[in-house]
C-alpha cells in the first residue's frame, strides 16, 4: 500500500503553538519501523494550475506570495511563510497520490491531509488548501472519476468542503460532526449529523451505520476520500465527544468495509488529532493506517 508524507517540509511555528505539527513525523517515524508492507513516498508539489481546479486562482496566487491582510493570516492559525505555502502544496498532492493510488490498488492513504475548513477563495482554520476538493476536481478531469464521496468524520464540521460542493452534484458530502464544536458556523452538506458533546462509541457508531445507508441510497461514487479525524477522541484538547481508541478503530473498519463490499476505492487523510498527550494521537492515526492496510491487503488477496 502505498502512503504518502509530507512531514519533511517543516512547517515553522512559534513557540507554545497549540498546533501539534510534530505528530505528522511522528506518525511516519512509525510506520516506517513497524509496517515495512507500506511504500513511503513524498508527494508532488500542486502546481497553481491544479491548485485553481478547486480554489479561485486570484487567491492560490495571492496565498503564494503572502499578499494577504493580517485579518486573512489570523483566519488561517498559522503565521504566512514561504515554508507553509510549500507544505500546504504536498500536504494537498498527496491526497490526490493517495487517491490515485486508491483507483490503482482499491486503498490510498496520506499521512497528513483532510484540510477540509479551506474554501474556495480563503484560507481558515489551519487549513490553506482543500486536498479533497482539489483532489476530486482532478480525478474527475484527468483520471475518468465521475462521482466523489468525501465522508469527513472529523469532529469539526468540513465547512469548507461543503460550502465548495454545495453546488456540485457530482459530490456528495457526509459530515458527522460535534453540534458545538468550530465552526460555529456551519455549512451546508449533502448530510450532516451533528452530535451532543460527550458522544461515546455505541451512539457514534449507530449514526454512522445510519449515515452510510442514506449515503448508499442517495448517491453512486466512484471514488471515496474518507478523512479520519483522530478528535473525536475522549482525551482530545478540541473534541468535545468521548470516543475510545477501540471505538475510532471500529469507526475506521466500518468505512473501509462499506468501501470494499461496494467495490469502491477509498482515499483516507488523517485529518485532526489535537490530544491531550501527542501519543494518543499517533496512536490513533496510526491505528487507521494498520486498518488501511489490513483492507488493502484483503482486497489484493480477493483478486486472485
Avoid at 168 to 196: C, M, V, W
Avoid at 229 to 254: C, H, I, Q, Y
Avoid at 287 to 304: D, F, G, M, N, P
Amino acid at each position: 500500500m502505498k502512503a504518502y508524507y509530507s512531514d519533511r517540509f517543516v512547517l515553522p511555528l512559534p513557540p507554545g503553538h497549540r498546533f501539534p505539527v510534530e505528530k505528522y513525523e511522528l506518525l511516519r517515524s512509525r510506520v516506517s519501523k513497524s509496517e515495512p508492507g507500506i511504500q513511503l513516498l513524498e508527494p508532488e508539489s500542486l502546481t497553481d494550475e491544479i491548485l485553481s481546479l478547486a480554489h479561485d486562482p486570484s487567491y492560490v496566487f495571492r496565498f503564494a506570495r503572502g499578499d494577504l491582510s493580517q485579518q486573512e493570516i489570523r483566519r488561517i492559525g498559522f503565521p504566512w511563510s514561504a515554508e507553509l505555502v510549500e507544505r500546504s502544496r504536498r500536504s494537498a498532492g498527496a491526497t490526490v497520490g493517495a487517491c490515485i493510488a486508491a483507483l490503482q490498488e482499491g486503498v490510498g492513504v496520506n499521512l497528513a491531509g483532510g484540510t477540509h475548513h479551506a474554501y474556495r477563495d480563503h484560507a481558515e482554520g489551519y487549513c490553506c488548501f482543500n486536498d479533497a476538493m482539489i483532489a476530486s476536481k482532478l480525478l474527475q478531469r484527468d483520471y475518468g472519476v465521475r462521482s466523489v464521496a468525501v465522508i469527513d468524520l472529523d469532529v469539526h464540521q468540513g465547512n469548507g468542503t461543503a460550502a465548495m460542493a454545495q453546488d456540485d452534484p457530482s459530490i456528495f458530502t457526509l459530515s458527522i460532526h460535534g453540534a458545538a464544536n468550530y465552526p460555529f458556523r456551519k455549512e451546508q452538506s449533502d448530510l450532516d449529523i451533528e452530535l451532543a458533546d460527550g458522544t461515546a462509541d455505541a451512539a457514534y457508531l449507530d449514526v454512522l451505520n445510519r449515515a452510510l445507508e442514506t449515503l448508499e441510497q442517495s448517491f453512486v461514487p466512484d471514488l471515496v476520500i474518507y478523512l479520519a479525524g483522530a478528535d473525536p477522541f475522549v482525551g482530545d484538547r478540541l473534541g468535545r465527544l468521548a470516543l475510545s481508541k477501540e471505538g475510532l478503530a471500529a469507526r475506521d473498519r466500518r468505512v473501509f468495509q462499506f468501501a470494499k463490499d461496494r467495490g469502491l476505492p477509498v482515499a483516507v487523510a488523517m485529518a485532526g488529532g489535537y490530544g491531550r498527550n501527542i501519543a494518543d494521537t499517533v496512536d490513533i492515526h496510526f491505528s487507521t493506517v494498520q486498518i488501511a492496510q489490513e483492507s488493502h491487503l484483503l482486497r489484493k488477496r480477493l483478486q486472485y
